[in-house]
């Protein structure tokens, strides 16, 4: 179809339905998208075959720094995405206009890896072409539009929803959907890692691509084993939001660096690669000599890395059963590893901002015993997870928000879908 008869479509409500499984709110999404095909149409002009995509980002529901010691995950796909509005161009250029950026535009015969291009969208959109293309899938030239609400800096991975997007896209409109949402999630990575030139686990892209709540075992990284867990958390009686406490980012490059460092000093120290792999009675019963030889700080992170994988199988099962109490309890216990074992609510080099440790005590005496709450993603600085009764949401933004400023607190839902083509009825 042609943008007029698109945004006919959308405003008579042919994607009632898709927008409200995908966002809740069908008024809203309805105004995003016909601004992002006028957007379209104002770079590229009118046009026949547009398409309408969409890729998520995501929260981590379970596993706070497993995921580099080839531990357990729980992931869950968000309502706040990166969209695309899309036209195949017959041609060997691939063009991407993103809301607020220059366009990036590129020869989908050249897709080497550029040096210049590290640290750039144009890379991950040619390492994903390059994916493709290395597993024997079509690609081809397209124009788009992209628009995103997935917060940067918030642990929401909007790096991994925009490469899930630009897969998305091509399997589409090139490979009529007949690529898995797990090749999607390592195209993504490849993308990520070699393109891009960020090390990432598997973990982001698996949960944009694959939806819902997304249970992984990343025991073997290039092979996970990965379980989808269909729940509606809304059944539970609380909302889920995450907290931005603000907070820089650009100097906490070493803080993460020393989770992982210190991390493989103990995996080695009791003769592995990796702590997934460790004995942990020989560790507990050789802490004496781990700390002497890896410090005190290394074996805490070691111990909330072992205890965590076994959360994450307590948090998997109670929601395959719906209980949601249980669920909660291991996302406080969680949290309370990562403040107490784990140490990644403020950075050590700048002790007096610790506004993750800020929000986590507000909403603790908040809720008062009530639902849960935890650090969410990296840490050190950025985003706290609540899970808040429904009745005391309202209450609870009013007073976190005077805090830490008004839009602060995001309303977010697990959506079902991961990376997804909008097809209307």
Same mark, same amino acid.
């Given at each position: 179809?042609?943008?007029?008869?698109?945004?006919?479509?959308? =405003?008579?409500?042919?994607?009632?339905?898709?927008?409200?499984?995908?966002?809740?709110?069908?008024?809203?999404?309805?105004?995003?998208?016909?601004?992002?095909?006028?957007?379209?149409?104002?770079?590229?002009?009118?046009?026949?075959?547009?398409?309408?995509? *969409?890729?998520?980002?995501?929260?981590?529901?379970?596993?706070?720094?497993?995921?580099?010691?080839? %531990?357990?995950?729980?992931?869950?796909?968000?309502?706040?995405?990166?969209?695309?509005?899309?036209?195949?161009?017959?041609?060997?250029?691939?063009?991407?206009?993103?809301?607020?950026?220059?366009?990036?535009?590129?020869?989908?015969?050249?897709?080497?890896?550029?040096?210049?291009?590290?640290?750039? +969208?144009?890379?991950? &959109?040619?390492?994903?072409?390059?994916?493709?293309? @290395?597993?024997?899938?079509?690609?081809?030239?397209?124009?788009?539009?992209?628009?995103?609400?997935?917060?940067?800096?918030? %642990?929401?991975?909007? =790096?991994?929803?925009?490469?899930?997007?630009?897969?998305?896209? &091509?399997? %589409?409109?090139?490979?009529?959907?007949?690529?898995?949402?797990? *090749?999607?999630?390592?195209?993504?990575?490849?993308?990520?890692?070699?393109?891009?030139?960020?090390?990432?686990?598997?973990?982001?892209?698996?949960? *944009?691509? !694959?939806?819902?709540?997304?249970?992984?075992?990343?025991?073997?990284?290039?092979?996970?084993?990965?379980?989808?867990?269909?729940?509606?958390?809304?059944?539970?009686?609380?909302?889920?939001?995450?907290?931005?406490?603000?907070?820089?980012?650009?100097?906490?490059?070493?803080?993460?660096?020393?989770?992982?460092?210190?991390?493989?000093?103990? !995996?080695?120290?009791?003769?592995?690669?990796?702590?997934?792999?460790?004995?942990?009675?020989?560790?507990?019963?050789?802490?004496?000599?781990?700390?002497?030889?890896?410090?005190?700080?290394?074996?805490? #992170?070691?111990?909330?890395?072992?205890?965590?994988?076994?959360?994450?199988?307590? @948090?998997?099962?109670?929601?395959? #059963?719906?209980?949601?109490?249980?669920?909660?309890?291991?996302?406080? #216990?969680?949290?309370?590893?990562?403040?107490?074992?784990?140490?990644?609510?403020? +950075?050590?080099?700048?002790?007096?901002?610790?506004?993750? *440790?800020?929000?986590?005590?507000?909403?603790?005496?908040?809720?008062?015993?009530?639902?849960?709450? #935890?650090?969410?993603?990296?840490?050190?600085?950025?985003?706290? @997870?609540?899970?808040?009764?429904?009745?005391?949401?309202?209450?609870?933004?009013?007073?976190?928000?005077?805090?830490?400023?008004?839009?602060?607190?995001?309303?977010?839902?697990?959506?079902?879908?991961?990376?997804?083509?909008?097809?209307?009825?």
């Amino acid at each position: 179809m042609n943008t007029v008869e698109l945004k006919n479509k959308i =405003s008579n409500g042919s994607f009632d339905k898709e927008f409200a499984m995908l966002y809740g709110d069908i008024d809203i999404a309805k105004a995003r998208y016909i601004e992002a095909v006028d957007a379209f149409c104002e770079v590229y002009g009118d046009r026949d075959n547009v398409r309408l995509f *969409s890729a998520p980002g995501r929260t981590e529901i379970g596993g706070n720094h497993t995921d580099h010691q080839h %531990g357990l995950v729980l992931a869950g796909s968000v309502n706040l995405d990166v969209i695309a509005v899309v036209s195949a161009n017959d041609s060997d250029v691939a063009r991407i206009k993103s809301k607020g950026y220059n366009i990036d535009e590129l020869n989908i015969c050249e897709l080497d890896i550029k040096e210049d291009e590290k640290g750039r +969208s144009k890379a991950l &959109i040619r390492g994903v072409m390059a994916a493709f293309k @290395q597993n024997g899938h079509n690609i081809g030239g397209f124009d788009a539009y992209t628009t995103s609400n997935v917060l940067k800096g918030s %642990g929401l991975s909007s =790096s991994a929803a925009f490469e899930v997007l630009v897969a998305t896209i &091509i399997n %589409g409109v090139y490979n009529e959907g007949s690529v898995d949402h797990i *090749s999607i999630a390592k195209y993504s990575q490849l993308a990520e890692r070699e393109y891009f030139g960020k090390p990432c686990g598997l973990l982001d892209q698996m949960a *944009s691509a !694959s939806g819902g709540f997304t249970y992984a075992d990343f025991n073997n990284p290039t092979e996970p084993v990965v379980e989808k867990i269909n729940l509606d958390l809304s059944q539970s009686g609380h909302t889920l939001c995450v907290v931005d406490t603000g907070g820089n980012h650009a100097n906490l490059t070493g803080d993460y660096a020393d989770i992982t460092v210190e991390c493989r000093a103990v !995996s080695n120290a009791l003769g592995v690669e990796f702590l997934r792999d460790a004995n942990q009675d020989k560790f507990y019963q050789s802490i004496a000599e781990i700390r002497a030889k890896c410090g005190d700080r290394a074996v805490l #992170r070691a111990m909330h890395i072992f205890d965590e994988n076994n959360r994450v199988t307590t @948090q998997k099962n109670a929601l395959k #059963r719906g209980d949601f109490n249980t669920f909660f309890a291991a996302v406080k #216990r969680s949290g309370e590893s990562s403040y107490d074992l784990l140490q990644n609510v403020y +950075s050590p080099s700048n002790p007096k901002e610790q506004a993750i *440790s800020l929000g986590l005590a507000l909403t603790k005496r908040f809720l008062n015993g009530r639902g849960a709450y #935890r650090v969410h993603g990296g840490g050190f600085a950025g985003t706290i @997870q609540c899970y808040i009764p429904n009745r005391m949401f309202d209450e609870y933004k009013a007073i976190i928000e005077k805090v830490f400023g008004a839009g602060s607190c995001i309303k977010i839902f697990v959506r079902p879908v991961g990376g997804y083509e909008l097809k209307g009825d």
